[in-house]
Structure formats: C-alpha cells, structure tokens
C-alpha cells in the first residue's frame, strides 16, 4: 500500500513556472513508476509526465520541453516542475504510482494504482 500526498499547488501567472510535489509513504518507493496528472474543470484527467526507477521519463506531447520530473529514492518524493504555464491548464494536478517499476510508457489513469487528493494549480492570465 502507498499512500501519496501532493503540496506546491498555487497561484501562478502566465508564463511562470511552479513546482509541485509528491510524498510517498513506503519502503518500496523505489521500485514504483511515479506519474503526474491533471484534471482541469469539466475535462478528464489526462496523463502529463511520469517517470520509472531507473529515472527514465516520459511526457505528454502538450509539456514536452516545458516540464520536468524527477525523484529522490532517499527522501520517498518526486517533483513536477512546470514552466511556461498556459492558462487553459488550470487543473488539480494528482501523484500516482504503481509497480513494475522497471518498464516506462504508462500514460493511461488505470495503468495506476494509487493516487493522491490532488493539488490545486491555477494559472492566471
């Protein structure tokens, strides 16, 4: 079982950036793949980065070169941060993990087991 929890959520203008960040609860942290999503209001939740134990990354094509994921096995965190926010992605930005830490390429929600409450990240124009 992990247990996830999101905080860096905020106001931020166009155009800034903002980091947002993921504590994970667990002694196998390692071993999982940790994703970030987003849920903007009305819309679906759509996959945005994630990033598996070797540090391998993958992005959604809409953040590619604008965002960067990455995590720390010693501290059980993995980190979003975000440049050149756009306004149309006002969203809840949510942590997820699973296991087979090992492989890469997991994009869709129900590839993952656990998820967090969410953070609320507001770009203003």
């Known amino acids: 079982q992990v247990q996830l929890v999101e905080s860096g959520g905020g106001l931020v203008q166009a155009g800034g950036s903002l980091r947002v960040s993921c504590a994970a609860s667990?002694?196998?942290?390692?071993?999982?793949?940790m994703g970030w999503f987003r849920q903007a209001p009305g819309k679906e939740r759509e996959f945005v980065a994630a990033?598996?134990?070797?540090?391998?990354?993958w992005y959604a094509d809409s953040v590619k070169g604008r965002f960067t994921i990455s995590r720390n096995n010693a501290k059980n965190t993995v980190n979003l941060k975000m440049n050149i926010l756009k306004p149309e992605k006002t969203a809840v930005y949510y942590c997820?993990?699973?296991?087979?830490?090992?492989?890469?390429?997991?994009?869709?929600?129900?590839?993952?087991?656990?998820w967090g409450q969410g953070t609320q990240v507001t770009v203003s124009q």
């Open positions: 990033i598996n134990w070797s540090e391998s990354t």
């Open positions: 997820e993990a699973r296991g087979g830490g090992y492989y890469s390429g997991f994009t869709l929600g129900r590839d993952y087991d656990y």
């Open positions: 667990g002694r196998t942290f390692s071993s999982y793949v």
